[in-house]
Protein backbone atom coordinates (compact mmCIF):
# COMPACT_ATOMS: atom_id res chain seq x y z
CA UNK A 1 0.00 0.00 0.00
CA UNK A 2 1.89 3.11 -1.00
CA UNK A 3 1.28 6.34 1.45
CA UNK A 4 -1.30 9.01 0.92
CA UNK A 5 -0.05 12.19 0.15
CA UNK A 6 -2.31 15.22 0.91
CA UNK A 7 -1.42 18.36 -1.51
CA UNK A 8 0.43 21.32 0.17
CA UNK A 9 -3.53 22.94 0.07
CA UNK A 10 -4.95 20.22 1.49
CA UNK A 11 -2.55 20.47 4.60
CA UNK A 12 -3.43 24.12 4.86
CA UNK A 13 -7.17 23.62 5.17
CA UNK A 14 -6.82 20.70 7.13
CA UNK A 15 -5.34 23.13 9.75
CA UNK A 16 -7.98 25.25 9.12
CA UNK A 17 -10.22 22.72 10.12
CA UNK A 18 -8.34 21.78 13.26
CA UNK A 19 -8.43 25.40 14.63
CA UNK A 20 -12.13 25.02 14.56
CA UNK A 21 -12.43 22.14 17.71
CA UNK A 22 -11.08 21.81 20.90
CA UNK A 23 -9.86 18.02 20.07
CA UNK A 24 -8.45 16.53 16.96
CA UNK A 25 -11.14 13.88 16.57
CA UNK A 26 -13.93 16.16 15.66
CA UNK A 27 -11.83 16.69 12.43
CA UNK A 28 -12.78 13.23 11.39
CA UNK A 29 -15.68 13.72 9.10
CA UNK A 30 -14.31 17.22 7.96
CA UNK A 31 -11.32 15.24 6.24
CA UNK A 32 -13.44 12.36 5.11
CA UNK A 33 -14.98 14.85 3.27
CA UNK A 34 -11.89 16.87 2.26
CA UNK A 35 -10.46 13.54 1.04
CA UNK A 36 -13.68 12.44 -0.92
CA UNK A 37 -13.31 16.01 -2.32
CA UNK A 38 -10.23 15.33 -4.12
CA UNK A 39 -10.46 12.03 -4.71
CA UNK A 40 -14.55 10.98 -5.41
CA UNK A 41 -13.24 7.77 -2.55
CA UNK A 42 -11.99 7.30 0.39
CA UNK A 43 -9.34 5.19 -0.35
CA UNK A 44 -7.46 2.47 2.45
CA UNK A 45 -4.39 4.90 2.30
CA UNK A 46 -6.60 8.13 3.12
CA UNK A 47 -7.75 6.40 5.65
CA UNK A 48 -4.19 5.63 7.25
CA UNK A 49 -3.45 9.21 6.58
CA UNK A 50 -6.94 10.60 8.36
CA UNK A 51 -5.84 7.64 11.35
CA UNK A 52 -2.60 9.54 11.68
CA UNK A 53 -3.63 13.08 11.46
CA UNK A 54 -6.03 12.41 14.38
CA UNK A 55 -4.70 9.40 16.39
CA UNK A 56 -6.67 6.87 15.33
CA UNK A 57 -6.55 3.63 13.91
CA UNK A 58 -7.04 3.50 10.18
CA UNK A 59 -9.83 0.47 11.63
CA UNK A 60 -11.50 3.12 13.63
CA UNK A 61 -11.75 5.40 10.86
CA UNK A 62 -13.56 3.07 8.75
CA UNK A 63 -15.89 2.25 11.10
CA UNK A 64 -16.79 5.83 11.68
CA UNK A 65 -17.08 6.49 7.40
CA UNK A 66 -19.04 3.18 7.68
CA UNK A 67 -21.73 4.74 9.72
CA UNK A 68 -22.61 7.82 6.90
CA UNK A 69 -24.32 7.27 3.52
CA UNK A 70 -21.95 9.92 1.74
CA UNK A 71 -18.83 8.24 1.98
CA UNK A 72 -17.90 6.29 -0.44
CA UNK A 73 -15.05 3.67 -0.50
CA UNK A 74 -15.73 2.34 -4.19
CA UNK A 75 -15.39 4.37 -7.22
CA UNK A 76 -18.49 6.28 -8.08
CA UNK A 77 -19.26 8.28 -11.60
CA UNK A 78 -18.49 11.58 -12.02
CA UNK A 79 -21.84 12.60 -11.59
CA UNK A 80 -23.88 10.90 -8.36
CA UNK A 81 -27.31 11.24 -9.05
CA UNK A 82 -29.02 10.92 -5.66
CA UNK A 83 -32.82 10.26 -6.35
CA UNK A 84 -35.00 11.05 -3.52
CA UNK A 85 -37.70 8.56 -3.15
CA UNK A 86 -39.00 9.57 0.27
CA UNK A 87 -43.17 10.73 1.18
CA UNK A 88 -43.26 13.70 -0.06
CA UNK A 89 -41.14 12.97 -3.31
CA UNK A 90 -43.24 9.49 -3.45
CA UNK A 91 -46.77 10.99 -3.35
CA UNK A 92 -45.62 13.27 -6.48
CA UNK A 93 -44.52 10.19 -8.78
CA UNK A 94 -41.16 9.96 -7.63
CA UNK A 95 -40.72 6.33 -8.31
CA UNK A 96 -41.58 6.45 -11.65
CA UNK A 97 -39.20 9.40 -12.27
CA UNK A 98 -36.80 7.40 -10.86
CA UNK A 99 -37.23 3.98 -13.29
CA UNK A 100 -37.32 6.59 -16.05
CA UNK A 101 -33.59 7.68 -15.13
CA UNK A 102 -32.57 4.41 -14.53
CA UNK A 103 -34.11 3.49 -18.10
CA UNK A 104 -32.34 6.55 -19.22
CA UNK A 105 -29.16 6.31 -17.91
CA UNK A 106 -29.48 2.08 -19.29
CA UNK A 107 -28.26 1.29 -15.60
CA UNK A 108 -30.41 -0.06 -12.88
CA UNK A 109 -30.32 1.56 -9.60
CA UNK A 110 -27.25 1.24 -6.88
CA UNK A 111 -25.01 1.44 -10.23
CA UNK A 112 -22.51 3.36 -12.34
CA UNK A 113 -22.59 3.90 -16.21
CA UNK A 114 -20.02 2.01 -18.58
CA UNK A 115 -18.18 5.33 -18.87
CA UNK A 116 -18.01 6.31 -15.47
CA UNK A 117 -20.19 9.25 -15.85
CA UNK A 118 -23.55 8.95 -14.14
CA UNK A 119 -23.88 7.01 -10.64
CA UNK A 120 -27.34 6.79 -9.76
CA UNK A 121 -29.08 6.19 -6.05
CA UNK A 122 -32.58 5.85 -4.49
CA UNK A 123 -32.11 8.49 -1.13
CA UNK A 124 -33.90 9.30 1.64
CA UNK A 125 -35.48 12.90 1.85
CA UNK A 126 -32.87 15.64 1.32
CA UNK A 127 -35.58 18.62 2.81
CA UNK A 128 -36.55 19.86 -0.24
CA UNK A 129 -40.08 18.73 0.04
CA UNK A 130 -42.14 21.85 -1.67
CA UNK A 131 -39.98 21.11 -4.27
CA UNK A 132 -40.07 17.11 -4.93
CA UNK A 133 -40.01 15.24 -7.01
CA UNK A 134 -36.31 16.44 -6.92
CA UNK A 135 -33.22 14.98 -6.56
CA UNK A 136 -29.32 15.82 -6.30
CA UNK A 137 -26.90 15.81 -8.58
CA UNK A 138 -23.28 16.61 -6.71
CA UNK A 139 -24.00 19.61 -5.31
CA UNK A 140 -27.04 20.84 -6.59
CA UNK A 141 -30.92 20.29 -6.47
CA UNK A 142 -33.24 20.22 -9.05
CA UNK A 143 -36.98 19.92 -8.06
CA UNK A 144 -40.05 19.93 -10.12
CA UNK A 145 -38.67 16.81 -12.00
CA UNK A 146 -40.60 15.64 -14.99
CA UNK A 147 -39.31 13.26 -17.41
CA UNK A 148 -38.79 15.62 -20.01
CA UNK A 149 -36.66 18.28 -17.27
CA UNK A 150 -34.68 15.04 -16.06
CA UNK A 151 -33.53 14.33 -19.97
CA UNK A 152 -32.74 18.03 -20.15
CA UNK A 153 -30.89 18.05 -17.07
CA UNK A 154 -28.81 14.54 -18.08
CA UNK A 155 -28.43 15.41 -21.07
CA UNK A 156 -26.47 19.16 -19.94
CA UNK A 157 -24.08 17.54 -18.16
CA UNK A 158 -21.01 16.58 -19.74
CA UNK B 1 -50.90 36.90 8.64
CA UNK B 2 -48.26 37.69 11.49
CA UNK B 3 -44.65 37.28 9.77
CA UNK B 4 -42.21 36.83 12.08
CA UNK B 5 -39.18 34.89 10.39
CA UNK B 6 -40.21 35.23 6.69
CA UNK B 7 -40.87 38.71 7.36
CA UNK B 8 -38.16 40.02 4.42
CA UNK B 9 -37.78 36.47 3.70
CA UNK B 10 -37.84 37.41 -0.41
CA UNK B 11 -35.71 40.68 -0.08
CA UNK B 12 -32.86 40.38 -2.76
CA UNK B 13 -29.61 39.78 -0.86
CA UNK B 14 -31.48 39.55 2.50
CA UNK B 15 -28.27 37.01 2.67
CA UNK B 16 -25.46 39.82 2.91
CA UNK B 17 -24.70 41.81 5.65
CA UNK B 18 -25.51 44.98 4.13
CA UNK B 19 -29.15 44.34 3.32
CA UNK B 20 -29.42 42.06 6.36
CA UNK B 21 -28.13 44.96 8.35
CA UNK B 22 -30.37 47.87 6.55
CA UNK B 23 -33.47 45.73 7.52
CA UNK B 24 -32.27 46.18 11.47
CA UNK B 25 -30.43 43.11 11.50
CA UNK B 26 -28.20 42.78 14.51
CA UNK B 27 -30.11 45.35 16.41
CA UNK B 28 -30.86 43.32 19.21
CA UNK B 29 -27.03 42.56 20.18
CA UNK B 30 -26.89 46.04 22.20
CA UNK B 31 -29.85 45.55 23.89
CA UNK B 32 -29.14 41.95 25.13
CA UNK B 33 -25.59 43.61 25.98
CA UNK B 34 -27.12 46.19 28.36
CA UNK B 35 -28.28 43.16 30.31
CA UNK B 36 -27.26 40.69 32.39
CA UNK B 37 -27.23 36.74 30.61
CA UNK B 38 -29.72 35.26 32.91
CA UNK B 39 -32.26 38.17 32.44
CA UNK B 40 -31.98 37.07 28.03
CA UNK B 41 -32.85 33.32 29.74
CA UNK B 42 -36.00 34.96 31.74
CA UNK B 43 -37.33 36.92 28.67
CA UNK B 44 -36.93 33.66 26.46
CA UNK B 45 -38.62 31.76 29.21
CA UNK B 46 -41.36 34.62 29.67
CA UNK B 47 -42.07 34.30 25.73
CA UNK B 48 -43.07 30.91 25.70
CA UNK B 49 -40.64 29.74 22.90
CA UNK B 50 -40.37 26.18 22.41
CA UNK B 51 -37.87 23.79 20.12
CA UNK B 52 -39.22 24.30 16.76
CA UNK B 53 -37.18 20.88 15.94
CA UNK B 54 -39.47 18.51 17.16
CA UNK B 55 -39.75 17.89 20.66
CA UNK B 56 -41.04 20.96 21.74
CA UNK B 57 -39.70 21.57 24.70
CA UNK B 58 -39.85 24.91 26.23
CA UNK B 59 -36.41 27.00 25.47
CA UNK B 60 -35.98 29.14 27.73
CA UNK B 61 -35.84 26.20 30.76
CA UNK B 62 -33.84 24.57 28.63
CA UNK B 63 -31.09 27.26 28.46
CA UNK B 64 -31.24 27.44 32.46
CA UNK B 65 -30.56 23.66 32.97
CA UNK B 66 -26.85 24.14 32.45
CA UNK B 67 -24.73 22.75 34.93
CA UNK B 68 -23.87 25.91 37.27
CA UNK B 69 -20.38 27.37 36.72
CA UNK B 70 -18.82 24.32 34.66
CA UNK B 71 -16.90 26.23 31.79
CA UNK B 72 -16.62 26.17 29.02
CA UNK B 73 -20.02 25.31 27.31
CA UNK B 74 -20.93 24.84 24.31
CA UNK B 75 -24.11 25.74 21.54
CA UNK B 76 -24.61 23.50 18.71
CA UNK B 77 -27.38 24.89 16.35
CA UNK B 78 -29.31 21.27 14.94
CA UNK B 79 -29.30 21.90 11.13
CA UNK B 80 -29.34 18.48 10.18
CA UNK B 81 -32.70 18.56 8.93
CA UNK B 82 -33.58 15.44 7.90
CA UNK B 83 -37.47 14.57 9.15
CA UNK B 84 -38.92 13.84 5.60
CA UNK B 85 -41.34 16.58 5.01
CA UNK B 86 -39.39 19.51 6.31
CA UNK B 87 -37.88 21.73 4.57
CA UNK B 88 -37.99 25.23 6.45
CA UNK B 89 -34.38 25.32 8.17
CA UNK B 90 -33.22 25.01 4.65
CA UNK B 91 -35.12 28.22 3.64
CA UNK B 92 -33.98 30.06 6.77
CA UNK B 93 -30.40 29.26 6.09
CA UNK B 94 -30.27 29.61 2.21
CA UNK B 95 -32.02 33.08 2.23
CA UNK B 96 -31.01 34.56 5.88
CA UNK B 97 -27.68 33.31 7.22
CA UNK B 98 -27.67 36.00 9.43
CA UNK B 99 -30.84 35.88 11.15
CA UNK B 100 -29.65 32.37 12.79
CA UNK B 101 -26.16 33.77 13.78
CA UNK B 102 -27.94 36.81 15.24
CA UNK B 103 -29.92 33.96 17.11
CA UNK B 104 -26.61 32.37 17.87
CA UNK B 105 -24.67 35.07 19.78
CA UNK B 106 -27.69 36.09 21.86
CA UNK B 107 -27.96 32.88 22.78
CA UNK B 108 -24.59 32.35 24.13
CA UNK B 109 -24.60 35.42 25.35
CA UNK B 110 -27.21 34.80 27.38
CA UNK B 111 -26.13 30.96 28.45
CA UNK B 112 -22.35 32.11 28.44
CA UNK B 113 -21.16 30.39 25.89
CA UNK B 114 -17.74 31.10 23.78
CA UNK B 115 -18.12 28.40 21.06
CA UNK B 116 -21.00 27.48 18.58
CA UNK B 117 -21.41 24.95 15.80
CA UNK B 118 -23.85 24.38 13.23
CA UNK B 119 -23.98 20.86 12.70
CA UNK B 120 -25.60 20.93 8.77
CA UNK B 121 -26.24 17.94 7.14
CA UNK B 122 -24.07 16.52 4.35
CA UNK B 123 -26.16 17.10 1.96
CA UNK B 124 -26.81 21.07 2.70
CA UNK B 125 -22.72 21.42 1.68
CA UNK B 126 -23.58 24.45 -0.80
CA UNK B 127 -25.15 25.99 2.36
CA UNK B 128 -22.48 25.94 4.06
CA UNK B 129 -20.53 27.82 1.91
CA UNK B 130 -23.31 30.69 2.36
CA UNK B 131 -22.99 30.19 6.09
CA UNK B 132 -19.10 30.12 5.92
CA UNK B 133 -19.67 33.71 4.50
CA UNK B 134 -21.88 35.11 6.69
CA UNK B 135 -19.73 34.07 9.59
CA UNK B 136 -16.86 35.81 7.73
CA UNK B 137 -19.03 38.71 7.60
CA UNK B 138 -20.11 38.36 11.21
CA UNK B 139 -16.40 38.27 12.22
CA UNK B 140 -15.48 41.14 10.19
CA UNK B 141 -18.29 43.37 11.73
CA UNK B 142 -17.07 42.53 15.17
CA UNK B 143 -19.99 40.72 15.77
CA UNK B 144 -17.78 37.44 16.45
CA UNK B 145 -14.36 37.06 17.20
CA UNK B 146 -13.19 38.63 21.04
CA UNK B 147 -14.19 41.44 23.11
CA UNK B 148 -17.90 41.50 20.74
CA UNK B 149 -18.91 45.50 20.51
CA UNK B 150 -16.42 46.20 23.43
CA UNK B 151 -18.31 43.93 26.12
CA UNK B 152 -15.64 41.56 26.73
CA UNK B 153 -18.15 38.63 25.68
CA UNK B 154 -15.89 36.37 23.29
CA UNK B 155 -17.51 33.97 20.62
CA UNK B 156 -17.13 32.09 18.21
CA UNK B 157 -19.16 30.01 15.75
CA UNK B 158 -18.00 27.21 12.67
CA UNK B 159 -20.29 25.50 10.57
CA UNK B 160 -19.89 21.63 11.02
CA UNK B 161 -21.17 18.65 8.00
CA UNK B 162 -22.50 15.24 8.62
CA UNK B 163 -22.42 13.06 5.83
CA UNK B 164 -25.94 11.30 5.43
CA UNK B 165 -27.56 9.95 8.73
CA UNK B 166 -30.52 11.34 9.72
CA UNK B 167 -30.13 10.03 13.29
CA UNK B 168 -27.83 13.24 13.52
CA UNK B 169 -30.67 15.04 13.76
CA UNK B 170 -30.75 13.67 17.38
CA UNK B 171 -29.05 15.66 19.52
CA UNK B 172 -27.35 12.88 21.38
CA UNK B 173 -25.97 11.07 17.76
CA UNK B 174 -25.36 14.66 16.44
CA UNK B 175 -23.02 15.37 19.47
CA UNK B 176 -21.44 12.02 19.09
CA UNK B 177 -21.13 12.92 15.26
CA UNK B 178 -19.69 16.29 15.89
CA UNK B 179 -16.85 14.49 18.44
CA UNK B 180 -16.09 12.38 15.24
CA UNK B 181 -17.20 9.39 16.01
CA UNK B 182 -20.60 7.13 14.67
CA UNK B 183 -23.48 8.91 14.93
CA UNK B 184 -25.35 6.52 17.48
CA UNK B 185 -27.67 7.77 20.28
CA UNK B 186 -26.31 8.11 23.84
CA UNK B 187 -28.01 6.95 26.63
CA UNK B 188 -29.67 9.68 28.61
CA UNK B 189 -29.01 11.06 31.41
CA UNK B 190 -27.25 12.52 31.97
CA UNK B 191 -28.52 15.28 29.71
CA UNK B 192 -27.08 17.29 26.67
CA UNK B 193 -27.25 20.38 29.43
CA UNK B 194 -25.04 18.46 31.99
CA UNK B 195 -22.91 16.38 29.75
CA UNK B 196 -23.22 17.30 26.14
CA UNK B 197 -19.83 17.84 23.59
CA UNK B 198 -16.84 17.10 25.47
CA UNK B 199 -18.89 16.21 27.99
CA UNK B 200 -19.23 19.82 28.84
CA UNK B 201 -22.83 21.45 29.10
CA UNK B 202 -24.21 22.17 25.80
CA UNK B 203 -26.96 23.66 23.97
CA UNK B 204 -28.69 22.29 21.53
CA UNK B 205 -31.26 23.78 19.23
CA UNK B 206 -32.73 23.67 16.12
CA UNK B 207 -32.24 26.44 13.71
CA UNK B 208 -35.86 27.82 13.60
CA UNK B 209 -35.63 28.01 17.64
CA UNK B 210 -32.45 30.05 17.23
CA UNK B 211 -33.78 32.68 14.56
CA UNK B 212 -36.87 33.36 16.87
CA UNK B 213 -34.76 34.85 19.47
CA UNK B 214 -33.70 38.32 17.97
CA UNK B 215 -37.44 39.01 17.59
CA UNK B 216 -38.27 38.39 21.42
CA UNK B 217 -34.82 40.49 22.48
CA UNK B 218 -35.88 43.08 20.15
CA UNK B 219 -39.98 43.11 20.60
CA UNK B 220 -39.93 41.58 24.58
CA UNK B 221 -41.23 38.20 25.65
CA UNK B 222 -45.17 40.21 25.45
CA UNK B 223 -45.44 41.01 21.97
CA UNK B 224 -43.97 37.44 21.28
CA UNK B 225 -46.65 35.45 23.25
CA UNK B 226 -49.00 37.85 22.15
CA UNK B 227 -49.38 35.80 19.53
CA UNK B 228 -50.41 32.18 19.04
CA UNK B 229 -52.36 30.13 21.35
CA UNK B 230 -52.40 30.20 25.17
CA UNK B 231 -49.72 27.25 25.54
CA UNK B 232 -48.40 27.38 21.82
CA UNK B 233 -46.98 30.96 21.74
CA UNK B 234 -45.76 32.88 18.90
CA UNK B 235 -45.79 31.50 15.29
CA UNK B 236 -44.69 28.58 12.96
CA UNK B 237 -42.89 27.86 10.09
CA UNK B 238 -44.85 24.66 8.14
CA UNK B 239 -43.45 23.22 5.30
CA UNK B 240 -46.58 22.00 3.29
CA UNK B 241 -45.91 19.26 0.57
CA UNK B 242 -47.54 16.58 -1.33
CA UNK B 243 -50.79 16.78 -2.84
CA UNK B 244 -51.40 20.32 -2.73
CA UNK B 245 -51.47 23.10 -5.66
CA UNK B 246 -48.68 25.14 -3.80
CA UNK B 247 -46.25 23.59 -1.98
CA UNK B 248 -44.04 25.56 0.20
CA UNK B 249 -43.11 27.04 3.85
CA UNK B 250 -45.50 29.21 4.77
CA UNK B 251 -45.53 31.07 8.72
CA UNK B 252 -48.22 30.87 10.26
CA UNK B 253 -49.88 31.96 13.66
CA UNK B 254 -50.15 29.00 16.12
CA UNK B 255 -53.83 28.03 16.20
CA UNK B 256 -54.34 28.53 12.74
CA UNK B 257 -56.75 25.73 11.71
CA UNK B 258 -54.63 23.15 9.48
CA UNK B 259 -57.52 23.63 6.77
CA UNK B 260 -56.48 26.92 6.40
CA UNK B 261 -52.65 26.15 5.33
CA UNK B 262 -54.13 23.24 2.77
CA UNK B 263 -57.14 24.84 0.93
CA UNK B 264 -55.58 28.78 1.45
CA UNK B 265 -52.23 28.94 1.69
CA UNK B 266 -51.68 25.46 -0.08
CA UNK B 267 -54.27 26.17 -2.73
CA UNK B 268 -55.79 23.38 -2.37
CA UNK B 269 -55.16 19.82 -3.00
CA UNK B 270 -54.07 19.44 -6.58
CA UNK B 271 -56.32 18.23 -9.28
CA UNK B 272 -59.03 18.99 -7.16
CA UNK B 273 -59.11 15.49 -5.38
CA UNK B 274 -60.30 14.98 -2.33
CA UNK B 275 -58.33 15.38 0.68
CA UNK B 276 -57.81 11.69 2.21
CA UNK B 277 -55.00 11.62 5.26
CA UNK B 278 -52.41 14.41 6.44
CA UNK B 279 -49.28 14.08 8.65
CA UNK B 280 -49.06 17.26 10.36
CA UNK B 281 -45.49 17.53 11.82
CA UNK B 282 -43.39 15.40 10.30
CA UNK B 283 -43.17 11.29 8.91
CA UNK B 284 -42.52 10.52 12.20
CA UNK B 285 -45.88 11.66 13.98
CA UNK B 286 -49.20 10.23 13.42
CA UNK B 287 -51.09 10.68 10.33
CA UNK B 288 -54.52 11.72 10.48
CA UNK B 289 -57.76 11.67 8.56
CA UNK B 290 -59.42 14.06 6.50
CA UNK B 291 -62.16 14.90 9.10
CA UNK B 292 -59.70 16.09 11.53
CA UNK B 293 -58.61 18.79 9.05
CA UNK B 294 -59.58 21.73 10.76
CA UNK B 295 -57.55 20.65 14.42
CA UNK B 296 -55.91 24.09 15.22
CA UNK B 297 -52.30 23.91 14.09
CA UNK B 298 -50.50 24.08 17.64
CA UNK B 299 -48.94 21.72 19.61
CA UNK B 300 -51.86 21.30 22.59
CA UNK B 301 -54.81 20.78 19.77
CA UNK B 302 -52.79 18.53 17.33
CA UNK B 303 -51.79 16.11 20.40
CA UNK B 304 -55.43 16.29 21.62
CA UNK B 305 -56.37 14.77 18.13
CA UNK B 306 -53.58 12.20 18.54
CA UNK B 307 -50.81 13.68 16.70
CA UNK B 308 -47.72 16.03 16.84
CA UNK B 309 -46.68 19.44 16.09
CA UNK B 310 -43.32 17.67 15.29
CA UNK B 311 -40.92 19.58 13.18
CA UNK B 312 -43.90 21.09 11.43
CA UNK B 313 -43.89 19.40 7.87
CA UNK B 314 -47.61 19.29 6.85
CA UNK B 315 -47.66 16.02 4.59
CA UNK B 316 -50.82 16.31 2.17
CA UNK B 317 -52.07 13.22 0.81
CA UNK B 318 -55.45 13.10 -1.98
CA UNK B 319 -57.57 9.89 -1.54
CA UNK B 320 -55.73 9.04 -4.71
CA UNK B 321 -53.68 6.59 -2.95
CA UNK B 322 -53.80 3.56 -0.85
CA UNK B 323 -52.13 4.55 2.63
CA UNK B 324 -50.56 1.18 2.92
CA UNK B 325 -48.41 2.05 0.07
CA UNK B 326 -47.50 5.34 2.15
CA UNK B 327 -47.11 3.57 5.43
CA UNK B 328 -44.62 1.12 3.61
CA UNK B 329 -42.03 3.86 2.19
CA UNK B 330 -41.97 5.40 5.83
CA UNK B 331 -41.06 2.19 7.04
CA UNK B 332 -38.73 1.56 4.60
CA UNK B 333 -36.81 4.68 5.45
CA UNK B 334 -36.60 3.89 8.79
CA UNK B 335 -35.53 0.51 8.41
CA UNK B 336 -32.98 2.31 6.33
CA UNK B 337 -32.46 4.66 8.95
CA UNK B 338 -32.21 2.67 11.81
CA UNK B 339 -28.72 2.88 13.31
CA UNK B 340 -28.25 -0.60 14.52
CA UNK B 341 -27.48 0.08 17.92
CA UNK B 342 -30.47 -1.39 20.17
CA UNK B 343 -32.46 -4.47 19.00
CA UNK B 344 -35.93 -3.05 19.11
CA UNK B 345 -35.17 -1.10 16.31
CA UNK B 346 -32.88 -2.55 14.42
CA UNK B 347 -34.72 -6.34 14.39
CA UNK B 348 -38.72 -4.17 14.51
CA UNK B 349 -38.20 -1.51 11.52
CA UNK B 350 -37.70 -4.87 9.68
CA UNK B 351 -40.06 -6.96 10.42
CA UNK B 352 -42.52 -4.22 10.29
CA UNK B 353 -40.95 -3.55 6.55
CA UNK B 354 -41.48 -7.67 5.61
CA UNK B 355 -44.66 -8.01 7.19
CA UNK B 356 -46.62 -5.09 5.16
CA UNK B 357 -44.48 -5.66 1.99
CA UNK B 358 -46.26 -9.26 2.13
CA UNK B 359 -49.41 -7.53 2.67
CA UNK B 360 -48.77 -5.24 -0.23
CA UNK B 361 -48.03 -9.00 -2.25
CA UNK B 362 -51.11 -9.81 -1.68
CA UNK B 363 -49.91 -12.20 0.58
CA UNK B 364 -51.19 -10.93 3.62
CA UNK B 365 -53.53 -12.67 6.33
CA UNK B 366 -55.84 -10.37 8.82
CA UNK B 367 -53.87 -11.73 11.36
CA UNK B 368 -50.88 -9.87 10.53
CA UNK B 369 -52.53 -6.43 11.41
CA UNK B 370 -52.24 -7.59 15.25
CA UNK B 371 -48.85 -8.90 14.55
CA UNK B 372 -48.13 -5.30 13.44
CA UNK B 373 -49.50 -3.78 16.32
CA UNK B 374 -47.98 -6.67 18.38
CA UNK B 375 -44.44 -5.50 17.56
CA UNK B 376 -45.48 -1.71 17.35
CA UNK B 377 -45.96 -2.40 20.66
CA UNK B 378 -42.74 -3.55 21.53
CA UNK B 379 -40.72 -0.89 20.01
CA UNK B 380 -42.46 2.10 21.52
CA UNK B 381 -40.61 3.83 24.05
CA UNK B 382 -38.05 0.67 24.09
CA UNK B 383 -34.85 2.19 22.62
CA UNK B 384 -32.50 4.59 23.16
CA UNK B 385 -33.82 7.18 21.10
CA UNK B 386 -36.81 8.14 19.29
CA UNK B 387 -36.45 6.63 15.86
CA UNK B 388 -38.23 3.39 16.89
CA UNK B 389 -41.48 5.37 17.71
CA UNK B 390 -41.60 7.28 14.97
CA UNK B 391 -41.36 4.39 12.66
CA UNK B 392 -44.13 2.91 14.84
CA UNK B 393 -46.50 6.02 14.58
CA UNK B 394 -47.41 5.76 10.63
CA UNK B 395 -48.03 1.83 11.15
CA UNK B 396 -50.35 2.65 14.20
CA UNK B 397 -52.09 5.19 13.13
CA UNK B 398 -52.73 4.26 9.31
CA UNK B 399 -54.38 0.78 11.09
CA UNK B 400 -56.41 3.06 13.49
CA UNK B 401 -57.59 5.27 10.07
CA UNK B 402 -57.56 3.12 7.12
CA UNK B 403 -57.52 -0.27 8.16
CA UNK B 404 -59.69 -0.74 5.46
CA UNK B 405 -56.84 0.18 2.97
CA UNK B 406 -55.02 -2.99 4.32
CA UNK B 407 -58.23 -5.12 3.84
CA UNK B 408 -57.95 -4.09 -0.02
CA UNK B 409 -55.36 -6.55 -0.56
CA UNK B 410 -56.53 -9.20 2.18
CA UNK B 411 -59.19 -9.42 -0.69
CA UNK B 412 -56.85 -10.40 -3.38
CA UNK B 413 -54.93 -12.70 -1.55
CA UNK B 414 -53.40 -15.27 -3.79
CA UNK B 415 -53.49 -12.88 -6.70
CA UNK B 416 -50.23 -12.22 -7.58
Known amino acids: ?158 | MTQILFKDINKEGLHTMKVYEELGGYQSLKKAFAQKPDEIVETVKASGLRGRGGAGFPTGLKWSFLAKDVFPRYLCCNADESEPGTCKDRELLLKNPHLLIEGMILCSYACRIETGYIYMRGEFQDLSFIMDKALEEARAKGYLGKNILGTGFNLDIYTHLGAGAYICGEESALLNSLEGGRGEPRMKPPFPAVEGLYSKPTVINNVETLCVVPYIVNEGAEKYASFGTEKSKGTKLVSVSGHVKKPGNYEIEMGTPTSELIYNLAGGIRNDNKLKAFIPGGSSVPMLPADKVDTPYDYESLAAAGTMLGSGALIVIDDSVNIVETTLRLISFYMHESCGKCTPCREGTRWLYQIVERIMQNKGQLEYIEKLEDICGNMSFKAFCPLADACVAPVVSSIKHFRSDYEEYFKNVGVS
Open chain 1, 1 to 158: MSEYKFSEDQEKEIAAIFAKYPVKASAMLPLLTLVQRADQVVSPEAMVAIGKKLDVSPAYVQSVLSFYTMYHTEKVGKYMILFCINISCQLNGSDKLLEHTAKKLNIKVGETTFDEKFTLHREECLAACTEAPMMRVNDTYYGNLTEQRIDQIIDSLD
